[in-house]
């Protein structure tokens, strides 16, 4: 047990190597009064289920759908995520990540969390959430598929997930976020074996590996939902050639096909259902180095400040998906698109905000950003430090905290990492 005073960040480029302890844990409070708030009164459907969320660590999706659905009514959410101790290089904190402070925090917080620190594409990770889940007589009523990984390891195959596109490679301005300048950049194609590998990672095999093995040990409530979330993104093309019509947007309508396919099979066995969920683009870690990513993020905070358009952070997304699969009178129904997607990014492609966007993308040249894409990018720079527990208000950046918290049995986390 060890407690430092952290008051910046190690990193390595881009890269935040250690999180604040304090910071994720006043975030991860101030998310789950917020939550509490949504929820007044818990929702009559939501009551007494089980969720089972893959991808449940960090600051992103997983995370707060899953406070969501607690604070719905939920009786028990049992996550999957793949995060690793605080690491030290002699006295000094060498590495820790956020969802492992996330996790202490929620999990000190509110005693219905159980935390399986693993790979969830090893089939050992399977077999044990399956054993205790029997061993307790608890089934699953929800599953939530949030992981985002880079790579898969299955049957001793390694395969790695690119942001490639298909076709011809792609030219495009792009937001440096070091520089804070518009750039000129080109995004390579990918070839067929990238493709397939994407596909292996960020596909549908490992959701419905999944969802076979809660079927196959009965542990498929009665109606089971089946939920994968995914994103499509605006018509700019530029991001729509990136995304949906890139090497991860194959991964994706992989997803696509696979709930589909659930679906037919969750109804006939236990009246189930399955769906992919649309969200929409959120600040990540991961689109600070993908320069057209970070533009068009940019581009949307701006257009929130700006009363342009309207941003929703991930708890607020995952507010929203509770309310539409348990609010009264079914409200998803309502929401599902012609393929049967529940579409939770109406914000994000709203006429105004698409519209500025792409005015800003036309005009756009190498050099000093518009003002809006620079008050976005300001934006968007607080945001991703308080991915990591940075630049929290209130938070005491000049006193000591317990930088290596316990997870283990006593904290109802399971770690199955090496
Ligand atoms: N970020 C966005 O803007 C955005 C928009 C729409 C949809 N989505 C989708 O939402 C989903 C989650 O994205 P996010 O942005 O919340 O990602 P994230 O990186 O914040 O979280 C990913 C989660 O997956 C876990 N994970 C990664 N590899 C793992 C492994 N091998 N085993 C177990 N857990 C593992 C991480 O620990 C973490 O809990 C993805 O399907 C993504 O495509 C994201």
Redesign the pocket.
């Known amino acids: 047990m060890t407690e430092l005073i952290l008051d910046s960040p190690r990193a390595r480029g881009l890269f935040v190597l250690t999180a604040h302890p304090e910071g994720c844990r006043v975030l991860s409070e101030r998310m789950l009064a917020r939550a509490e708030r949504a929820f007044e009164k818990p929702l009559a459907s939501a009551q007494g289920k089980t969720a089972l969320v893959l991808?449940?660590?960090?600051f992103?999706?997983?995370s707060s759908t899953a406070i969501a659905l607690r604070k719905a009514g939920f009786d028990a959410i049992v996550g999957?995520?793949?995060?690793t101790a605080p690491a030290f290089r002699g006295e000094k904190l060498a590495m820790s990540s956020p969802?492992w402070y996330l996790t202490h925090a929620l999990h000190q917080a509110d005693d219905a969390y159980r935390t399986y620190l693993?790979?969830?594409?090893a089939p050992a990770t399977r077999d044990r959430v399956i054993e205790d889940l029997k061993r307790e007589g608890r089934s699953i009523d929800l599953v939530v598929y949030?992981?985002?990984?880079p790579r898969r390891t299955h049957l001793g195959e390694e395969w790695n997930s690119s942001l490639l596109v298909v076709g011809d490679p792609l030219e495009v301005v792009g937001l440096n976020f070091k520089s804070g300048q518009l750039e000129d950049l080109t995004v390579p194609a990918a070839d067929p074996l990238a493709v397939e590998h994407t596909r292996r990672v960020m596909g549908g095999d490992d959701l419905e590996m999944w969802v076979s093995a809660l079927l196959h040990s009965g542990l498929a409530a009665e109606g089971m939902t089946v939920t994968a979330?995914?994103?499509i993104g605006p018509d700019l093309e530029p991001l729509r050639r990136m995304y949906w019509d890139g090497a991860l947007g194959d991964a994706k309508k992989h997803i696509d096909a696979t709930t589909a396919a659930l679906n037919t099979r969750l109804a006939e066995r236990v009246g189930g259902k399955a769906m992919t969920v649309m969200?929409?683009?959120?600040v990540?870690?991961?689109s600070v180095a993908i320069p057209a990513m970070l533009r068009y993020m940019s581009d949307y905070l701006g257009c929130d400040d700006a009363g342009k358009g309207e941003y929703a952070d991930?708890l607020q997304v995952g507010i929203d998906f509770t309310g539409a699969l348990y609010g009264e009178g079914e409200p998803w129904r309502e929401l599902l698109d012609d393929a049967g997607r529940l579409r939770l990014d109406g914000r994000e492609l709203r006429a105004e905000l698409q519209d500025t966007i792409a005015a800003l993308w036309r005009e756009g040249k190498p050099g000093e950003p518009p003002a809006l894409t620079r008050t976005g990018l300001e934006r968007f720079k607080r945001e991703h430090a308080m991915l990591y527990g940075w630049q929290v208000e209130g938070v005491d950046y000049g006193s000591p905290y317990l930088v290596d918290p316990e997870l283990a049995e006593p904290q109802r986390v399971v770690n199955l990492i090496e």
């Open positions: 991808g449940s660590t960090s992103g999706y997983g999957v995520g793949f995060e969802g693993a790979d969830a594409f949030s992981v985002a990984a979330l995914s994103y969200n929409p683009a959120v990540t870690a991961a991930p």
